[in-house]
């Protein structure tokens, strides 16, 4: 997913201008969590520019040393390790939202595939040793029911069950940043990280607007190729792919979404799902697990919430690409021509 803002530069963009009653934006970009962010929020002339990134930045590494599989010494991490059993309020947070989301699609969406995404060669140690072998034993670590947090402790009915958020953790982030601006008072904003977008609000009385990258594996540069372009108001949208994270193997292409069911790489015709919601964390956690799912399965499972909106890009059975967009989502998307 990529953020696009159609026929204005940037610099065009947050330019001050002459009409007073004209709202003032500011924006800044950098990199974070291994990714790229950008974040845009209207100013009326109370926030210095810096001073906001240098908080943002600090509320990420935070984030970071909560969540992240990739340091060493975050709470994650060390509750893998079973260093500790004491969650931080971030972990709580999204292990409990996570446990929602895990409910409401009937198990697609599970933290604790931890043990197959690395055996796969996924994560932060990318080196893959999967085997049919390993397969039965790797399967008894994974299931929501063999986790919780009881008194403000981790209970693990197995010490080798690992958790991995990195479905749903970017998502959050987002909002983390956004409960940030609230507080500050910031009436109009868009923030991203990673392409997982929340936006507040509107910018110069329209909607906000989002390009969809077109799933094809030679689309590698965010925004060169897009599929559709999304409007957004006081909203969130996630997008779940399998077109940039995967290898190939004796001709079959393995991505990187692992089916918490089988322990494989899911397989369909789904190519990337893009789900739209009250927060991120739920988009995000959500888009992942329609691309569990399928889409006959995720367009089932859309009819039944509501609350969500969707645009599903899948291949038919000539291998041409398709979509699918949920009936609300129509009056606010524009597919691009190709």
Same mark, same amino acid.
């Given at each position: ?24 934006? @500011? ?7 291994? /990714? ?21 930045? $600090? ?13 060493? @010494? ?16 971030? *972990? ?12 409401? @699609?009937?198990?697609? *969406?599970?933290? /604790? ?26 399967? &008894? ?30 998502? #959050? ?19 991203? +990280?990673?392409?997982?977008?929340? %936006? ?9 607007? +989002? ?21 957004? $108001? ?11 994270? *995967? ?7 393995? @991505? ?9 790489? %899911? ?20 888009? /992942? ?24 890009? #899948? ?14 989502? &129509? ?8």
């Amino acid at each position: 997913m990529y953020l696009k803002f159609l026929s204005l530069g940037l610099s065009v963009l947050f330019a001050a201008t002459s009409c007073k009653d004209q709202p003032v934006y @500011s924006n800044f970009n950098g990199f974070a969590q291994g /990714t790229t962010y950008s974040m845009i929020f209207e100013n009326p002339g109370k926030f210095n520019v810096s001073d906001v990134q240098n908080e943002v930045e $600090k509320i990420l590494q935070d984030f970071n040393m909560s969540l992240s599989l990739y340091e060493d @010494s975050s709470v994650l991490c060390r509750i893998n390790r079973n260093e500790t059993d004491v969650p931080d309020k971030l *972990f709580t947070e999204v292990f409990n939202r996570s446990r929602e989301i895990n409910e409401l @699609s009937g198990g697609a *969406f599970d933290i /604790t595939v931890g043990p197959l995404v690395k055996a796969w060669g996924f994560g932060p140690d990318a080196h893959r040793n999967f085997s049919e072998a390993k397969r039965d034993s790797l399967m &008894k670590l994974v299931g929501m029911n063999k986790v919780e947090i009881r008194n403000n402790r981790v209970i693990k009915a197995d010490p080798g069950i690992s958790l991995d958020f990195n479905a749903i953790a970017q998502g #959050f982030s987002v909002d983390v940043i956004c409960r940030y601006f609230d507080e500050k008072g910031i009436k109009s904003y868009l923030v991203e +990280i990673g392409g997982e977008v929340r %936006v507040k609000g509107d910018k110069d009385g329209a909607m906000w607007k +989002i390009g969809i990258d077109r799933p094809s594996d030679n689309n590698v540069i965010p925004g060169s190729e897009l599929q559709a372009i999304i409007k957004l $108001k006081d909203r969130s949208l996630a997008t779940s792919g399998n077109y940039r994270k *995967f290898f190939v193997e004796n001709g079959v292409k393995y @991505s990187h979404t692992i089916d918490p069911v089988t322990g494989y790489p %899911v397989k369909n015709q789904l190519l990337s799902a893009t789900i739209l919601a009250s927060d991120c964390a739920t988009a995000d956690g959500v888009a /992942t697990a329609c691309m569990v799912m399928g889409k006959d399965k995720t367009i089932e499972f859309l009819g039944l919430h509501p609350e969500f909106e969707a645009f599903l890009v #899948f291949s038919d059975d000539s291998g041409e690409f398709q979509t699918w967009t949920s009936e609300k989502l &129509k009056k606010d998307i524009e597919e691009a021509s190709q």
